[in-house]
């Protein structure tokens, strides 16, 4: 799923029942995934940038 990511160094943030965001600092992308499944739904191209860290900010009022 994650070709060339090291394993040990992937991280996740949740952001409901809904999300998962998979990101490794090797590879300059983030995976979106079904909480459900499993199966990446979206990947984000980082272009040269380097995901590290991850704030979602919830526009609930």
């Not at 272009?47 to 009022?61: D, E, L, T, Y």
């Given at each position: 799923?994650?070709?060339?990511?090291?394993?040990?160094?992937?991280?996740?943030?949740?952001?409901?029942?809904?999300?998962?965001y998979?990101?490794?600092?090797?590879?300059?992308?983030?995976?979106?995934?079904?909480?459900?499944?499993?199966?990446?739904?979206?990947?984000?191209?980082l272009?040269?940038?380097?995901?590290?860290?991850?704030?979602?900010?919830?526009?609930?009022?």
């Open positions: 799923m994650f070709s060339g990511a090291d394993k040990s160094m992937l991280h996740i943030c949740i952001t409901g029942p809904h999300k998962l998979v990101f490794s600092r090797k590879i300059p992308e983030t995976w979106v995934l079904n909480a459900q499944t499993l199966q990446v739904e979206n990947k984000i191209d272009g040269k940038g380097v995901a590290h860290q991850m704030v979602i900010r919830s526009n609930n009022q």
